[in-house]
């Protein structure tokens, strides 16, 4: 974690200079918020550092429509009230474009401020549909909860992976509750049973895992279904182990990062599951070129939220380049021109070949991916 957070504060120290430099031509300037510090710090930090590697390509490569492109990142530590603060800071500097929020409560909030504005906002990781219901220049390039959880349990079910499933999950986290909803929807239609009853908890009750893991392990389940963050993941580990309980770990997006957690026994984690977007194993050229360059500037292996980040820069420059929006339009011209285009392209990525709705929604395929040896591994 802390190669994370030295990566974030060059990257932010490199945004505060872009800021205030003085160019001679108008540059498309891009917003970025997501949580660099605090309990969320692994994904704002690769959503930064990727979408400056892929701001950093394209401007190499010419820019877009004649035009580079600026970046600056700003954190709201996962906090809503901040990730607003964070807005209005953008908004003075002259941003034209949102890639942001990283997170959805703190999404939630911003996605209304960006409405009223007509600011286009794309999310790299902000998963709940309330994340982008706020106006129609919002948009996703990762999963909706509602898809994460209906793949999920068909997962579980075509592949046989269970008979008896649990589900733990946060009811005050608009995420986690989200693909609990659809999860057990598609339950129903899935040769396996929820057991254990009602396993949740709360922001207020994000420490002490043990009732929860009873339950399940009473009810005999094979599998537990963990639809929440990598931080609270860690606990459920680690208090699973004390209690001498092993089923198989299946989770989604929020649990990639769990081999960051700093004082974590990452062996513990050995053999958990979950889906995601991105597998940075892939032998595609993209990925491993992606995989190489990252790791070479920050010292770490991507997760997928950097891969979203990436591939949510190079959508930016599909929908500027379809639309050919000058950088010297103002950001409700430019969020007009975006709004069009984006239903309108195909972008092939690190997390898959990409298109859009109006209403926001990105359609890509899922992968699995399994922790071996201490690393992600596609399946």
Not at 156 to 167: D, F, R
Not at 280 to 288: H, I, P, R
Not at 320 to 339: C, R, W, Y
């Amino acid at each position: 974690m802390k190669k994370f957070v030295k990566a974030a504060s060059a990257v932010l120290a490199a945004s505060m200079v872009l800021s205030t430099t003085a160019f001679a031509d108008a540059t498309y300037k891009i917003g970025g918020i997501g949580p660099v510090t605090g309990p969320a710090s692994a994904y704002g930090t690769a959503v930064m550092n990727a979408a400056q590697i892929a701001v950093d390509e394209i401007n190499e490569a010419g820019g877009v429509n004649g035009y580079q492109l600026e970046f600056n990142p700003q954190d709201d530590e996962h906090d809503a009230e901040k990730s607003v603060n964070a807005y209005n800071t953008l908004k003075d500097w002259g941003m034209q474009m949102l890639l942001g929020t990283v997170t959805t409560n703190p999404c939630i909030a911003v996605s209304a401020e960006a409405a009223a504005d007509n600011l286009f906002l794309l999310t790299p990781s902000a998963s709940s549909e309330q994340a982008i219901s706020a106006g129609d220049n919002e948009f996703q390039v990762c999963f909706t909860d509602p898809a994460q959880g209906t793949a999920s349990a068909q997962y579980i079910g075509e592949h046989e992976l269970a008979s008896k499933v649990a589900v733990i999950y946060n009811s005050s986290d608009a995420y986690s509750a989200g693909i609990y909803a659809t999860f057990r929807a598609e339950a129903e239609n899935q040769p396996f049973e929820i057991v254990g009853g009602d396993l949740a908890f709360t922001d207020d009750s994000k420490t002490d895992f043990s009732a929860q893991i009873q339950a399940a392990k009473d009810a005999g389940a094979e599998l537990v279904f963990m639809p929440f963050y990598y931080n609270e993941a860690s606990i459920v580990f680690t208090q699973a182990a004390s209690m001498d309980y092993s089923p198989i770990w299946f989770g989604v997006d929020g649990m990639d990062g769990i081999l960051t957690v700093e004082g974590f026994d990452t062996s513990l984690a050995e053999g958990v599951m979950l889906l995601t977007p991105f597998s940075a194993d892939a032998e595609d050229d993209l990925t491993k070129n992606f995989v190489a360059k990252y790791q070479e500037q920050f010292g770490e292996v991507p997760n997928q939220f950097a891969a979203d980040a990436y591939d949510g820069i190079y959508a930016l420059k599909a929908g500027l380049e379809k639309s050919g929006v000058s950088a010297e339009a103002d950001f409700t011209e430019i969020s007009d021109a975006l709004k069009a285009a984006f239903t309108e392209i195909e972008v092939e990525g690190l997390t898959g070949v990409m298109t859009w709705t109006a209403d926001g929604h990105v359609s890509k395929t899922p992968k699995a991916v399994v922790i071996e040896n201490g690393a992600y591994k596609g399946l």
